[in-house]
């Protein structure tokens, strides 16, 4: 989409860089655009997500051709410790080609499909299968997407108290951390600090700075320096009574 592209270039900050490829799996797509900008895909819409109170995003506005570019093909990427990825069903195509990209990298936060919004997008478990294959785990669901189911008394109902259909979210994944040992210096360092303060897992900062200790890389007393810090409905009693 050139002139989002176009945005991007005009509005970046000093420590931003853009691209102008699509990623994918390296071969020629069609990208269907819809009425919903956000709904964008290289899938056409299932028709069976119709019974979702989602709005009419389904109407196609345009086709365009487009060429993707496979993540390890990309040599000036350079070292990557974090992917976010939210590509509306393009996920495990793209992750599927980016063993090299993903090879030093910590963490993965992807969008993952429970209810099937476009024909032929793979699931939850095929974005699953890919990332457990490559070294990671499921580590935090970081959001739920939930829908109303259309009825003819869904007017009726409040939809944020009653929007029972699962659909999608943000899952984060991390590399194993049972093969912590096996890290190098600089991956146990950046997932602490990703832990911290992109998905706010404060157990995973304090099993990586036990790590970080022992190698001699943080003060013995930093773990506890870091629980200080925290907020108090996050912090057990027994802390509580020995601060």
């Known amino acids: 989409q050139e002139k989002a592209f176009a945005a991007l270039m005009r509005d970046k900050g000093p420590n931003e860089t853009y691209f102008p490829h699509a990623v994918g799996d390296g071969s020629a797509q069609t990208l269907h655009l819809y009425v919903s900008q956000g709904f964008a895909s290289v899938f056409p819409p299932n028709p069976e997500a119709r019974i979702l109170a989602t709005g009419e995003w389904q109407e196609i506005t345009a086709k365009v051709p487009f060429q993707t570019v496979r993540l390890d093909d990309l040599d000036t990427l350079g070292?990557?410790?974090?992917i976010k990825i939210d590509i509306q069903g393009g996920e495990a195509a793209v992750l599927s080609h980016a063993s090299r990209a993903l090879g030093e990298a910590v963490a993965v936060i992807t969008e993952q499909r429970y209810f099937r919004l476009y024909e032929g997008e793979p699931m939850a478990a095929g974005v699953d299968a890919v990332l457990t294959g490559q070294g990671f785990a499921i580590h935090k669901l970081l959001s739920v997407n939930r829908f109303?189911?259309?009825s003819s008394r869904r007017k009726f109902l409040a939809r944020?108290?009653?929007a029972d259909q699962v659909v999608d979210g943000d899952v984060a994944y991390i590399r194993n951390p049972a093969g912590i040992a096996g890290w190098s210096d600089q991956q146990v360092l950046h997932l602490t600090l990703l832990a911290a303060v992109v998905f706010e897992s404060h157990s995973l900062v304090l099993y990586c700075l036990d790590e970080a200790v022992r190698r001699g890389l943080a003060r013995r007393n930093l773990a506890d320096a870091y629980?200080?810090?925290?907020?108090?409905h996050l912090l057990s009693p027994k802390f509580k009574a020995a601060k």
């Open 79 to 82: 070292a990557v410790d974090l």
């Open 148 to 150: 109303q189911l259309n």
């Open 160 to 162: 944020e108290a009653t």
């Open 227 to 232: 629980l200080r810090l925290l907020p108090d």
